[in-house]
């Protein structure tokens, strides 16, 4: 048998190919940023926005980690990263890590290290709505099947709409809510709500915000519920991990019935929402409730709130189970004051 040999420039060109095949491989590691661990390990990837509680490194092995800042010994970046800081300024840094509770920065200008409060950092690696350049879009959209005592007791199914519109120190939620039901062919429950809340941070952590709410429920007689009004908040936490924020207003509320009297008063009303990851990050623990009391002689006080937990499931898909309360001081004629609702719930999220 004959052996056959490529020409010499059959050769080269293999070598080349081979050549440009083994740079393809080594020239992410060549750029790839690290982390180095207190253990005294070293990680590989590409450091991605995050915050001051966790670390976001994208692997090639293992995905997008999340390290706590607790284990992080130094992050050196193969190009210049950008930290936005609470007074809207912007740094590039070539390295950083975390001392207590202050980040020590490297910034690429100069070669001493800056020292800063990790309450006076925003974020690394900001996204661009942050920098006031575009808009981010983020929803959730729930089927509920409820298992109600108080006004309505029956099993029904809710449709559950939650939107957030940011841009620049501007923050828009619109949250939806109908429910509908008939048993043995008679309706059992009608009511929707709609919530807009619109807020605009003016320095730090500091905010002023205005609200509006409808409410319609036919079994409580209530023809249509209207709240309006200022407020002003402060976001304590912000961050994937751990979100926590209060608002506090003067509200103008009325209330008009079917058959009862309408009714109308103004007084301080009171907003919380508080999300935080729990069990390993695997969990969200979750609260929100509406409070407003009226200044008058009727005493009025209304209470909506919603506590739960959501479990992500795959490809944007969530699994909930809430508990809601919701107590009206001075309900209509012959309604209950106060209204339990346990939900099992399927959703999909978008960020």
């Known amino acids: 048998m004959t052996n056959r040999r490529f020409p010499v420039g059959s050769d080269m060109i293999i070598q080349f190919a081979l050549l440009l095949v083994l740079l393809s491989f080594l020239q992410p590691l060549a750029i790839a940023d690290e982390v180095l661990i207190s253990d005294g390990s070293r990680l590989i990837g590409e450091v991605v926005r995050h915050d001051t509680e966790v670390l976001k490194l994208k692997t090639s092995f293992a995905g997008t980690l999340e390290i706590d800042w607790a284990e992080v010994k130094e992050v050196i ?53 942050e920098l006031g350049q575009g808009r981010k879009r983020t929803g959730r959209i729930n089927l509920a099947i409820e298992d109600e005592n108080g006004n309505s007791e029956k099993r029904e199914y809710d449709l559950e709409l939650e939107l957030h519109h940011r841009w620049n120190k501007n923050h828009l939620t619109m949250l939806g809510q109908l429910e509908y039901d008939t048993t043995r062919g008679l309706t059992s429950t009608d009511n929707w709500t709609f919530f807009a809340n619109i807020d605009h941070t003016f320095t730090g952590n500091w905010y002023y915000a205005g609200a509006l709410l409808f409410r319609q429920d036919v079994f409580k007689d209530l023809k249509l519920r209207t709240s309006i009004g200022p407020g002003i908040g402060y976001r304590f936490f912000d961050s994937k991990q751990l979100k926590l924020r209060s608002e506090f207003g003067i509200f103008y509320l009325k209330d008009d019935f079917y058959d009862q009297v309408d009714q109308s008063f103004w007084g301080p009303g009171w907003y919380l929402e508080y999300e935080q990851m729990v069990w390993k990050r695997r969990l969200q623990l ?32 969530i699994a909930s189970i809430e508990y809601e309360i919701e107590y009206d001081s001075e309900p209509a004629v012959q309604v209950e004051t106060t209204d339990t609702t346990f939900k099992l719930k399927l959703g999909y999220e978008w960020k």
């Open 286 to 317: 979750y609260h929100r409730h509406f409070s407003s009391l009226a200044v008058n002689e009727s005493g009025k006080y209304l209470w909506r709130s919603w506590t739960g937990l959501r479990a992500p499931m795959f490809s944007g898909f």
């Open 77 to 129: 970046l193969s190009e210049p990263g950008t930290v936005l800081l609470a007074d809207d300024r912007t740094l590039e840094i070539k390295a950083l890590s975390r001392e207590g509770d202050q980040f020590i920065l490297h910034p690429t200008s100069s070669a001493d290290p800056g020292y800063v409060e990790a309450s006076k950092v925003i974020a690394f690696e900001p996204e661009p709505w």
